[in-house]
């Protein structure tokens, strides 16, 4: 078998193992293939594990060779989002915590499951943010206003006028926490102004430069002259934190308490070719996910 890279994991925890597998896989190309050479004898046993766990891996095969040692073989695939996905598909990877893992699994998508790609829709007429009022202008991510709840309706399908806030339990807590500092809490009295275009903005973090979409600027809290508020709406500020999962933690690091300053904001009509909803069907079941939820599911073609 023709490798293209060859790691040796001995001696390291399962924790660094897989650390440093998924490192050097990020390296190769789809269809180019690593190998794990380890001394434990769970090799055959972890090995699927490690790929599932890594996502943009694919798990080949582990043989004890003569040095006595567990030489592991792992393909590198290339993933794209279910968002962008056509036909059948095989689940590889799902972003997101517990909730939205046990979410999906609720509708049977999982890991390692073959579903077919019917359709994919505008289910919403504005593609953009959603702009809304407290104590001062609060800018809603499609994804979050897709689980906030006023009255008996989401808030993303509020055109405008004011509504009172009467869940958020499908939010995680640091979510809750997060929008809290900036006026959004169950129990209070918001207005929607409507829907915002899709921006990008380029901001200088610690001397270095960012290029943000609107929802992911809208997760960092920035504390100003004028209080606590989202990277949106700033000339400059410190960070105070983060409101975001763990893929939005990876991509800008450890970023708390650091200088912030908005370069440039640029406006961008939205694609609608990436759909808002996304129809699926998994076995004889079939779901509708809202392109929020799809976003977070990654997937590879099934091979013919």
């Given amino acids: 078998m023709k490798t293209k890279k060859v790691v040796d994991v001995r001696g390291l925890s399962p924790q660094e193992r897989q650390k440093l597998?998924?490192?050097?896989?990020?390296?190769?190309?789809?269809?180019?293939?690593?190998?794990?050479i380890s001394d434990d004898g769970r090799m055959q046993k972890l090995a699927p594990r490690i790929a599932e766990a890594i996502g943009t891996i694919e798990y080949i095969d582990v043989r004890k060779e003569e040095d006595g040692l567990y030489?592991?073989?792992?393909?590198?695939?290339?993933?794209?989002?279910?968002?962008?996905?056509?036909?059948?598909?095989?689940v590889a990877k799902i972003d997101g915590g517990s909730q939205v893992k046990n979410e999906l699994k609720s509708m049977d998508i999982e890991i390692r499951k073959t579903i077919e790609v019917l359709d994919r829709g505008v289910s919403h007429k504005h593609?953009?943010?959603?702009?809304?009022?407290?104590?001062?202008?609060?800018?809603?991510?499609?994804?979050?206003?897709?689980?906030?709840?006023?009255?008996?309706?989401?808030?993303?399908?509020?055109e405008r006028g004011k509504v009172k806030i009467t869940s958020m339990e499908e939010l995680n807590e640091d979510m809750i926490e997060g929008l809290s500092k900036i006026g959004i809490e169950v129990g209070k009295e918001i207005e929607v102004r409507g829907h915002d275009t899709e921006k990008t903005y380029k901001f200088e973090i610690d001397n270095e430069e960012y290029t943000l979409g609107d929802g992911e600027a809208a997760k960092i809290l920035v504390k100003t002259g004028g209080g606590i508020i989202q990277a949106n709406f700033i000339d400059e500020g410190i960070i105070e934190r983060i409101i975001g999962g763990t893929e939005f933690y990876d991509k800008l690091g450890d970023i708390s308490g650091k200088k912030i300053k908005m370069i440039k904001e640029e406006e961008?009509?939205?694609?609608?070719?990436?759909?808002?909803?996304?129809?699926?069907?998994?076995?004889?079941?079939?779901a509708t996910l809202g392109r929020g939820l799809a976003e977070k599911v990654w997937v590879k073609k099934v091979e013919e």
Avoid at 130 to 149: N, Q, T
Avoid at 269 to 274: F, I, K, S, Y
């Fill in 21 to 36: 597998v998924r490192e050097e896989s990020e390296e190769l190309e789809p269809g180019e293939i690593i190998e794990v």
């Fill in 71 to 90: 030489h592991g073989y792992f393909k590198r695939i290339e993933l794209i989002q279910l968002t962008n996905a056509r036909g059948y598909v095989k």
């Fill in 127 to 158: 593609l953009g943010p959603l702009i809304v009022k407290s104590e001062r202008s609060v800018l809603i991510p499609r994804g979050i206003a897709d689980k906030i709840f006023v009255d008996r309706k989401k808030l993303l399908n509020v």
């Fill in 268 to 286: 961008k009509r939205a694609h609608e070719g990436l759909g808002q909803f996304v129809a699926l069907k998994i076995g004889d079941k079939e």
